[in-house]
């Protein structure tokens, strides 16, 4: 496992799953076991997996494009048998670079939404914008979007 922030996550092979899938786990008890150097062991209180989130969003536009105001993000609609609200995330990536800098982020959007007007401007520097949007449920599963593209020019 891996600790990111407060939130532990982990990579499991099929023969470690014994032949389950990750689905086949929901509503059993499931606990977590850390090893120290020492060779301690801590246990830490039961918790159920509730729902897997199997497919993503969809992307519509921009992908791609070049835009010269605030661009209008747009998606094709979940479809899910759950409540959820979608978040938008946009990452600059300066030229020549290979990581993006965290440049937008909102969330709450309502489920019945489809797009997304990003209300403050983004760098124009050369470079590029990765955008993606995710599903939230009330559980905090995410389901994220695969990304999608755009440049912001000047509008002279």
Known sequence: PVARDTTWTGLFTEPELHGLRIGDLIGYPLSMFHLDSAGFVAEAEPFFLIRMIYDVPQLVSPDTSVITDL???EWIEFDADFGFSYMVEIMYVPEGASEGIPVYLFAEIPEDSITHTVREPLPSEPG?????????DLFGNEARSLPATFTIIEDD
């Open 71 to 73: 661009p209008l993000l």
């Open 128 to 136: 590029f914008m990765v955008w993606t949007v995710s599903v939230l």
